[in-house]
Nanobody, 123 residues
Framework: QVQLVESGGGLVQAGDSLRLSCVAS????????MGWFRQAPGKERKFVAS????????YYVDSVKGRFTISRDDAAHTVYLQMDSLKPEDTAVYYC????????????????WGRGTQVTVSS
């Protein structure tokens, strides 16, 4: 299994941008589909975006389409989430996850999880 470490979170104002990074170690990163999930206070963890093995397919929750972009760099063992035009409702802990599936939107299909990075968007 891979170990995942997220970074790049912080406190920003509405309309600002952030780029989250997730570095993997200890496994064959290129063979995993990768995803980003988020969990707001008192809420369930929810799907944000996913990218397939080799990066040919990407999926997003409707609320971030056109604002967030997921990408991966297999040589660097890293997956990114570029977040533009941030809104207060994007405030959450963001988690990186890896799945042995080609790609998935389902939390239950992800085997490995990072510890999360906090994103706070002020209005």
């Amino acid at each position: 299994q891979v170990q995942l470490v997220e970074s790049g979170g912080g406190l920003v104002q509405a309309g600002d941008s952030l780029r989250l990074s997730c570095v993997a170690s200890g496994g064959t990163f290129s063979s995993y589909g990768m995803g980003w999930f988020r969990q707001a206070p008192g809420k369930e963890r929810k799907f944000v975006a996913s990218i397939s093995v080799r990066g040919g397919s990407m999926y997003y929750v409707d609320s971030v389409k056109g604002r967030f972009t997921i990408s991966r760099d297999d040589a660097a063992h890293t997956v990114y989430l570029q977040m533009d035009s941030l809104k207060p409702e994007d405030t959450a802990v963001y988690y990186c996850a890896a799945t042995r599936s080609h790609v998935s939107k389902l939390l239950a299909e992800y085997d490995c999880w990072g510890r999360g990075t906090q994103v706070t968007v002020s209005s």
